[in-house]
């Protein structure tokens, strides 16, 4: 049994490389029923997804990937079910944009200096037009061949101590839950397990959440070992925290992270979904039968 629910995923409105109604159709193939799209800092790709989403099985919620700066490092924030005309919202979005822009000339700059020149215009040329994530810095360097391939050049060039890496300055932890709420959306940390920090900073980051209004967590992540997802059920517990599941897709070409493969959560888990509305399709559907 595989979870019906992905609520993370990317699209070529950020560092994905599926179009939002091919992210829409491949996920509705695999099974998934209901289906987040969350571009980092954008929600860009939403409107083509809900319509790719109505000529399917498939229920689309709209939201986002949100960079955030907290005590000094970098922590995805997920907002699902986002009003995406919400001014509040697109200007902060608008505003992470920008300093995207930034960083990627200060990356360029950085790589032209270890000797890789016109690395700006090689990730460009990736990202067709939209914004910039160090992934497309990343396969144009796998492209030129600088390093064998995407997590090489991760791991040489663009973390933290490499040539090519600059510390990212996001939007604190209080602005974006404030953004997303605002927006009626509700905030979930992302990959809580994917953060280098200690049990104690996790936990510490979790009670700043709830006090700035967040309410979710991503207890299952394509990124999660099993034992991950118990750790993580057992803090959105503590913190009264709902639980959220997703793969952190982004690529067909990456075989470890694949759409409708993500397992159940947890029991005892109170899903994020669970006031959404949207529960008694599945038992609905299946007495039909
Ligand atoms: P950015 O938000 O521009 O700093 O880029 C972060 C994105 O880079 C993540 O969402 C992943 O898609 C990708 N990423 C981060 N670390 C790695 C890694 N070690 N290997 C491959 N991709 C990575
Ligand atoms: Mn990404
Ligand atoms: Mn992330
Ligand atoms: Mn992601």
Redesign the pocket.
Known sequence: MFCEYDLHN?STAS?GTLTPSSLVQMAADAGVRVLALTD??STEGVPEAVEAAARLDIHLIAGA?I?VTWQRQ?V?IVALNLDIDCGVLQEGLKSLRQR?DR?AEEISRRLEKSGIPDALEGARSFSDGRL????HF?RYLAKIGAASD??AV??HF??NGKPGHVA?QWASLGEAVGWIREAGGQAVVAHPARYRMTRTKLRRLLADFVEVGGVGLEVVSGSHSKDEAFTMARHAEDFGLLASAGS?F?TPENPWIALGRLPLLPDGCAPVWQDWGLALESPIRAMSV
Request: aromatic share 4%; no cysteine.
């Open positions: 990317h560092d980092h800092d990937e960079s970098t995805h995207r960083r910039i994530s160090r992934t990343a995407e997590r991760f791991k663009l973390v990212g952190d982004h």
